[in-house]
């Protein structure tokens, strides 16, 4: 199972806590991942990554194993921990302002 963190927005409008485990099919990418997310979690459509281009919303950003991937290829493969389930991917929002 892969572990996947979201913040309070996106919990919130889960119902979910802080942390949901997902079964994914083949190899573990962003791109997956947030497949298997959206298809458990309808309401998330939209919120992470735009519905036609599936790019990343602004003012969200993925880690996981303490590296930033939010610039990665979507379908590059995520780090072994995460394949693991012993490390999350983390879609953590990003902090803007002046």
Do not use: W
């Not at 780090?79 to 803007?96: C, I, L, N, T």
Request: proline share 10%; charged share 25%.
């Amino acid at each position: 199972m892969i572990r996947v963190e979201l913040p309070y927005h996106l919990r919130n409008l889960a119902r979910v806590e802080r942390e949901v485990q997902l079964h994914v099919d083949g190899p573990v990418t962003q791109q997956s991942i947030l497949d298997a997310l959206e298809a458990a979690y309808p309401m998330l459509r939209g919120t992470i990554r735009d519905h036609t281009t599936k790019q990343r919303r602004p003012f969200l950003r993925f880690f996981a194993c303490a590296q930033d991937l939010s610039h990665e290829p979507p379908d590059a493969p995520l780090p072994d921990p995460v394949v693991r389930g012993e490390e999350p991917f983390s879609v953590v929002g990003a902090m803007a302002g002046g």
